[in-house]
């Protein structure tokens, strides 16, 4: 018996045979399936079941920040447009990159995620259905007509967590992002300054 799609917003779990026996597919194997079932006349298996975990998030924004106090305030312009690459490693001691190709990510179920995103109209990135485990996000490319501000790590499920590279680093990222089964990281931000109109004054003077 094979689960053929993955449930939306869930991470593949541990698929376990039931009383008939059988065999049953790793959690990094998708779709999920029981082979090998040995069943006599009139006899009902059951008990066959296909775990599921609930996915993680990372999410977070890419602003000017226009007070400079290293922090995201109501009004303070997002940045679109911005690419945004998740990597690191799960649970099952996956590595998580990016690129992956479209047809690998489809052919996987979302195992993985596709490691790269860029920011919307407002700024903000997100990357859904995350398996456990510990990620880093980075702006590889600093944006056009800004410095690099502060780099804030953010929280997770409300906790303090991750670790942001200083002002001045580049390329900004936040590593060590810890996330268990359902955990929502957020306020993983990049700040930047906006650089300011180069004024360029010449003086001459007409010979008398």
Same mark, same amino acid.
């Given at each position: 018996?094979?689960?053929?799609?993955?449930?939306?917003?869930?991470?593949?779990?541990?698929?376990?045979?039931?009383?008939?026996?059988?065999?049953?597919?790793?959690p990094?194997?998708?779709?999920?399936q029981?082979?090998?079932?040995?069943?006599?006349?009139?006899?009902?298996?059951?008990?066959?079941?296909f775990?599921?975990a609930?996915?993680?998030?990372?999410?977070?924004?890419?602003?000017?920040?226009?007070?400079?106090?290293?922090?995201?305030?109501?009004?303070?312009?997002?940045?679109?447009?911005?690419?945004?690459?998740?990597?690191?490693?799960?649970?099952?001691?996956?590595a998580?990159?990016? !690129?992956?190709?479209? /047809?690998?990510? @489809?052919?996987?179920?979302?195992?993985?995620?596709? %490691?790269?995103? #860029?920011?919307? *109209? =407002?700024?903000?990135y997100?990357?859904?259905?995350?398996r456990?485990?510990?990620?880093?996000?980075?702006e590889?490319?600093?944006?056009?007509?800004?410095?690099?501000?502060?780099?804030?790590?953010?929280?997770?499920?409300?906790?303090?967590?991750?670790?942001?590279? !200083?002002?001045?680093? /580049?390329?900004? @990222?936040?590593?060590?992002?810890?996330?268990?089964? %359902?955990?929502? #990281?957020?306020? *993983? =931000?990049?700040?930047?300054?906006?650089?300011s109109?180069?004024?360029?004054?010449?003086?001459?003077?007409?010979p008398?």
């Amino acid at each position: 018996m094979t689960e053929p799609n993955q449930p939306a917003g869930t991470v593949n779990g541990i698929t376990v045979p039931g009383s008939s026996g059988g065999t049953a597919t790793a959690p990094n194997t998708v779709p999920s399936q029981i082979s090998g079932i040995v069943m006599t006349l009139n006899e009902n298996a059951t008990d066959y079941n296909f775990g599921e975990a609930p996915g993680a998030s990372i999410a977070g924004k890419v602003y000017v920040d226009e007070n400079l106090n290293g922090a995201y305030d109501d009004g303070e312009a997002g940045i679109p447009n911005v690419i945004v690459v998740l990597n690191g490693n799960d649970d099952l001691g996956q590595a998580v990159n990016a !690129p992956m190709s479209a /047809l690998f990510n @489809a052919l996987a179920m979302r195992l993985v995620v596709n %490691g790269t995103t #860029a920011t919307d *109209a =407002n700024g903000d990135y997100r990357f859904d259905t995350l398996r456990p485990g510990t990620y880093t996000v980075t702006e590889p490319d600093q944006p056009p007509l800004t410095t690099d501000g502060v780099t804030t790590p953010g929280t997770v499920n409300g906790a303090p967590d991750g670790t942001a590279t !200083p002002r001045g680093t /580049l390329p900004s @990222a936040i590593s060590s992002i810890t996330l268990t089964p %359902g955990a929502a #990281a957020v306020g *993983a =931000n990049f700040g930047e300054i906006a650089d300011s109109p180069r004024l360029e004054v010449s003086k001459s003077a007409a010979p008398a």
